[in-house]
Structures are given as C-alpha cells and as structure tokens.
Nanobody, 122 residues
Framework: QVELVESGGGLVQAGGSLRLSCAAS????????MGWFRQAPGKEREFVAA????????YYADSVKGRFTISRDNTKNTVYLQMNSLKPEDTAVYYC???????????????WGQGTQVTVSS
C-alpha cells in the first residue's frame, strides 16, 4: 500500500516556475516507478512525466519536454516535478501516481494522490 500526497501547486504568471512535490508513505518506495499526470477543466487526464524506481530513466510528454524535469529522492520518499517556462495551457490539477514499471499506461498506475492545482496566468 502506498499513499501519495502532492504539494507545491499555486498561481504563477506565464514564464514562471513551480516545483511540485509528492510525498509517499509505505515501504519500498524505490520499487515503484512514479509518474505525474494532469487534468485541465473539461479535458481528459493526460500523462506528463515518469521516472524509474532508481531514478535513472525518465520520459516526458512532448508538450512539456525541455521545460519540466522529474526527479526523485528515495531517501525522502519523494518525487518532484520542476516546471519552468510555464504557459497558460499548463493550467490543470496535477497528480502523482505509482506503478510497477516506468513505461506503464495510465490505467496501470495503482496508486494516486489527491492532486494539486496549478494555475498559470497570461
């Protein structure tokens, strides 16, 4: 069992930065690949980024590549999403989730946080 709690969301102007955190409770955090997803109003939830259990492998949605960076600190049971050069279209509720392997489909993520709101003003 893994419980996930996101933090770090807020209101930022276009071009600004935010860092989201996702703290995990439970054992063997490093056994889980972690992902970030987002859902904008009226839209389906979409993949943003993922990282392997050891942190060596990462991959990103094309829409955020070069602007967002996913990382993790397994000593703190925490995964991060550094978001730079934010755009109004990045506005969404951001969720972290855990799965058994990095290249998982969304429905293979078994544990989800409650989400944190990110709003980017133009």
């Amino acid at each position: 069992q893994v419980e996930l709690v996101e933090s770090g969301g807020g209101l930022v102007q276009a071009g600004g930065s935010l860092r989201l955190s996702c703290a995990a409770s439970g054992r063997a955090f490093s056994n889980y690949a972690m992902g970030w997803f987002r859902q904008a109003p009226g839209k389906e939830r979409e993949f943003v980024a993922a990282i392997s259990g050891g942190g060596r492998d990462t991959y990103y949605a094309d829409s955020v590549k070069g602007r967002f960076t996913i990382s993790r600190d397994n000593t703190k049971n925490t995964v991060y999403l550094q978001m730079n050069s934010l755009k109004p279209e990045d506005t969404a509720v951001y969720y972290c989730a855990a799965t058994s392997r990095i290249y998982s489909a969304m429905n293979e993520y078994g544990y989800w946080g409650q989400g944190t709101q990110v709003t980017v003003s133009s």
